[in-house]
């Protein structure tokens, strides 16, 4: 399990080096590259473009049509609708994506220099934990968290996301720790006498900030997007946005331009993160596939 | 002692999170175990000891086969995401491989919809997946229409026999680009000397691709294969946005839901224990695989 994140770069250079020269072949490469473009964007079209329709406007035969009246007034429903649940929403995603990147990083770390015995089996039981269906542990979970006492709502979804996080967040810092940091720099701490502890805080976590963009970005956006335990462990009023959503869109008659604005407002922070820190929610993608 | 002295540090640091997933995973899993092989089919809560009734009344014993028209829909739908997302993958790594200019804004649009969550998306792969037809023809059906290809018009997931294939289509959208950057990833890691040589050879493009640089992206085939037939099997969010939970619909993610709601604490562990059986096949092979390939290394 090598070299499993990419160094932000590295996928610029893939192909950008190589020439690209016009033949008939490039014609069809891009011809493709352009249908699947449009195709990939389609679903967006319909959402911005019904998100600005209300009244008669909206129906399933005109969904491809611009708005005959462009209005804000569905956006306006949808915020109304889903501000509380947004900004609840931050409460668990920040606090998520903070914990369980530090604890991530300690765990990666001894993982990554401490050969102890039996190494390699505590960190596949611990991989394992990533890939289990959340539905095996989540009868159970209910009662146990009410019972240790966790506040319903976003504190039981912000401990439970650090708690499954735990396995790809230590994954990703060993991955990074293996790979880039030499083993002698923590050689050199360990006889100047430095102990593991303080090698930790004051040798690896300054050169760890590469890897903490990676996990910071993944726990963000899984607990941004996270609806099993959502659906499992909060409601409507106590939950995250992907609840909240849902209420808006799935009921009986919904109102498809406030859903389709809500579904916006839900995706605008996952994807502004994307758009901002693109680079590295790839090496955050890399770094999901155990081994590359 | 001196052993204790230098392993001990490292445990420390360690042990909090070993005890979190001992107990939440490990330990929770042993629970729901327990669970079910017992009898607590009602709120209220009996806890008898019934043997491995629960589950062969699954497979043998449930109104209508409900739970084995779960699990056909769940392979329906996992063989048409899984076939989906690794060829759209495959081409658009390939095609952006063969370089393009703008290749990083094809990229980022490619890979966009991973951003996006299920629960989001769904709300507009909802409409767009509409099953009217012809003159109220929407969404899809009515681009079909639009372009004089009438007979590609489908009612989508509300087909009885093949709904699920279409319920995946959103799931390809979604995940075509994660495996894009993976496969992405693979033909970086491809050393330069290799396409190098074989072009000194005389190889000819055919040939370079076909017998030096797909043979070198097995690996990557393999991890994206797990992930997304991983992430196929707990399937949940996607069918309960775009669909609801129904009947037609129905994988066994959502089924134990659906016992949950009315209580049947017994028969939702055991479709669980089953689903995470059914994932653990999968991924504790590959565990054992990557953990081998690495000590080779």
């Known amino acids: 399990m090598t070299a499993v994140i990419a160094p932000p770069s590295s996928l610029e250079t893939v192909v950008a080096k190589r020439k690209s020269s016009f033949g008939p072949g490039s014609i069809i490469k891009y011809a493709l590259a352009l249908l699947f473009l449009i195709i990939v964007l389609m679903p967006m079209y319909v959402l911005i473009v019904t998100s600005f329709k209300a009244g008669s406007d909206i129906g399933v035969t005109s969904q491809w049509n611009l708005p005959a009246h462009w209005t804000v007034a569905s956006w306006d429903k949808a915020w109304t609708a889903l501000r509380p649940a947004f900004l609840r929403t931050f409460e668990l995603a920040i606090p998520v994506a903070v914990i369980s990147s530090v604890i991530g990083a300690a765990n990666g770390f001894v993982l990554s220099r401490w050969r102890f015995p039996g190494a390699d089996l505590v960190f596949t039981l611990i991989l394992f934990g990533m890939f289990i269906p959340y539905q095996a542990v989540m009868i159970p979970l209910r009662d146990i968290v009410t019972t240790i006492g966790i506040p319903p709502g976003i504190p039981t979804l912000v401990f439970v996301h650090c708690v499954y996080g735990i396995p790809i967040c230590t994954l990703i810092f060993r991955n990074y720790y293996a790979t880039t940091v030499p083993e002698e720099l923590v050689e050199a701490a360990r006889v100047d006498g430095a102990g593991l502890l303080r090698t930790f805080a004051w040798i690896i976590l300054p050169i760890s900030i590469p890897g903490f963009v990676v996990t910071i970005i993944w726990q963000f956006t899984s607990a941004w997007n996270d609806y099993l335990f959502a659906i499992f462990l909060s409601n409507t009023r106590n939950g995250p946005i992907t609840i909240a959503l849902n209420a808006l869109a799935g009921a009986q008659s919904p109102d498809y331009a406030a859903s389709m604005a809500g579904a916006l407002i839900t995706s605008l922070p996952t994807l502004l993160v994307y758009v901002l820190l693109g680079r590295w929610f790839i090496g955050g993608l890399m770094a999901g596939s155990v081994k590359s | ?297």
């Open chain 2, 1 to 297: 002692m001196r052993r204790l002295r230098h392993w001990g540090p490292g445990l420390l640091l360690l042990s909090p999170s070993l005890i979190l997933l001992a107990v939440f995973v490990y330990g929770l899993i042993a629970w729901t175990t327990k669970v079910s092989v017992s009898d607590e089919h009602t709120a209220l809560g009996s806890k008898g000891f019934v043997g491995l009734d629960n589950y062969t009344n699954l497979f043998t014993n449930d109104i209508q086969d409900r739970f084995v028209h779960s699990l056909k829909n769940l392979a329906v739908f996992t063989v048409v995401f899984l076939v989906g997302a690794m060829f759209f993958g495959l081409l658009w790594a390939f095609i952006l491989e063969r370089g393009v200019r703008a290749e990083g804004f094809f990229r980022t649009v490619y890979l966009f919809p991973m951003a996006v969550s299920f629960v989001a998306s769904g709300v507009v792969w909802r409409w767009l997946m509409n099953p009217n037809m012809d003159d109220n023809a929407g969404g899809l059906n009515a681009v079909f229409v639009a372009m004089h290809l009438d007979f590609l018009q489908s009612a989508w997931w509300t087909n009885p026999t093949w709904g699920m294939a279409s319920m995946a289509i959103p799931a390809v959208w979604q995940l075509s680009g994660y495996v894009m950057a993976l496969f992405l990833a693979g033909f970086r890691g491809i050393p330069h000397e290799l396409r190098e040589a074989a072009a000194m050879d005389g190889a000819s493009t055919y040939r370079l691709y076909r017998n030096v640089i797909f043979p070198q992206l097995t690996p990557v085939a393999l991890s994206a294969l797990i992930i997304i037939g991983h992430m196929s099997m707990k399937m949940f969010d996607l069918i309960m946005s775009v669909s609801g939970p129904q009947w037609l619909t129905e994988v066994p993610a959502i089924y134990v839901w659906q016992s949950l709601l009315t209580s049947d604490y017994a028969k939702a562990a055991a479709i669980s224990i089953v689903l995470l059986l059914l994932v653990a096949i999968v991924i504790v092979p590959y565990l054992i695989y990557t953990n081998r390939v690495e000590k080779n290394s």
